[in-house]
């Protein structure tokens, strides 16, 4: 049912906006397929955070990383 109503409303327009279409069909389903988790900070404010969006990224800390820097040294 709803195949058919896609088909007939695309019927009647230009080929650029079957493209501009298509074009958001595929963003509704990356955006489906991404994982996210809602958050309420109260009743009215609702915000969306994607699950760990580093995971795929490497990151690396240097190796004095805990160490104090020479600027603050003398308020220790």
Same mark, same amino acid.
């Given at each position: 049912?709803a195949?058919?109503?896609?088909i007939?409303?695309?019927?009647?327009?230009?080929?650029?906006? !079957?493209?501009?279409? !298509?074009? =958001?069909?595929? =963003?509704?389903?990356?955006? &489906?397929?991404?994982e996210?988790?809602?958050? #309420?900070i109260?009743? #009215? /404010?609702? =915000?969306?955070? &994607? /699950?760990?969006?580093?995971?795929?990224?490497?990151? &690396? !800390? &240097?190796e004095d990383?805990?160490?104090?820097?020479?600027? =603050?040294?003398?308020? !220790?």
């Open positions: 049912m195949y058919d109503t896609l007939r409303e695309a019927k009647d327009l230009p080929e650029d906006m !079957i493209e501009q279409v !298509i074009e =958001f069909m595929r =963003f509704l389903k990356y955006a &489906s397929k991404k996210q988790t809602t958050h #309420s109260n009743n #009215s /404010i609702t =915000f969306h955070r &994607s /699950i760990n969006p580093l995971a795929d990224d490497f990151i &690396s !800390i &240097s990383f805990d160490e104090t820097p020479e600027c =603050f040294k003398e308020y !220790i």
